[in-house]
Nanobody, 128 residues
Framework: QVQLVESGGGLVQAGGSLRLSCAAS????????MGWFRQAPGKEREFVAT????????YYADSVKGRFTISRDNAKNTVYLQMNSLKPEDTAVYYC?????????????????????WGQGTQVTVSS
């Protein structure tokens, strides 16, 4: 069992930056692919970014490519999402997720069904 706790959300002006963190419990964190998803009001949860177990492979949604960076520190059981050049359309609840599926092919982890554990989410609001 893995527990995930997100932090770092908040209110920021358009063009600003935020860094989200997701702390994981358990000693097997380094085995999991990790992902970030987001859900805006009235919309489905959508993929944002994913990183493989070692941190060597990442993949991003087109909407955030070049602005967001996913990274992980396996020694700290933490995955991060650095968000720069934020836009009002980035406003959503952001969730981190862990996958027990084994693959080094990061694009294989873009669907919610690829993940087994989810955090409670953190709100990001970008004002115009």
């Amino acid at each position: 069992q893995v527990q995930l706790v997100e932090s770092g959300g908040g209110l920021v002006q358009a063009g600003g930056s935020l860094r989200l963190s997701c702390a994981a419990s358990g000693r097997t964190f380094s085995r999991y692919a990790m992902g970030w998803f987001r859900q805006a009001p009235g919309k489905e949860r959508e993929f944002v970014a994913t990183i493989n177990w070692s941190g060597g492979n990442t993949y991003y949604a087109d909407s955030v490519k070049g602005r967001f960076t996913i990274s992980r520190d396996n020694a700290k059981n933490t995955v991060y999402l650095q968000m720069n050049s934020l836009k009002p359309e980035d406003t959503a609840v952001y969730y981190c997720a862990a996958s027990t599926k084994y693959s080094n092919y990061a694009p294989a982890f873009t669907d919610t069904t690829d993940y087994d554990y989810w955090g409670q989410g953190t709100q990001v609001t970008v004002s115009s």
